[in-house]
């Protein structure tokens, strides 16, 4: 189990970040305590939202070439 700390550490975001991906139900996770419980985030709930957050490529995007006019050739 992971604390909000490692995943914050492993996607390179705030932990305020990781906290409003749990509030919004983006990121699943298990509270392990009294009250609201301490956040603990399962590798499986971790690896489940990146392959949800994956964003494939447009055919546009992919077969479009990036134009500079601001360079004389």
Excluded: F, W
């Amino acid at each position: 189990m992971l604390t909000v700390c490692d995943v914050a550490r492993r996607l390179n975001v705030s932990k305020q970040n990781v906290y409003a991906l749990v509030e919004a139900g983006k990121l699943a996770c298990h509270r392990i305590g009294l009250g609201h419980g301490a956040i603990r985030i399962s590798e499986e709930d971790l690896a489940l939202y990146l392959e949800q957050a994956r964003q494939a490529p447009t055919e546009a995007a992919a077969s479009s070439r990036y134009v500079l006019k601001h360079l004389k050739m």
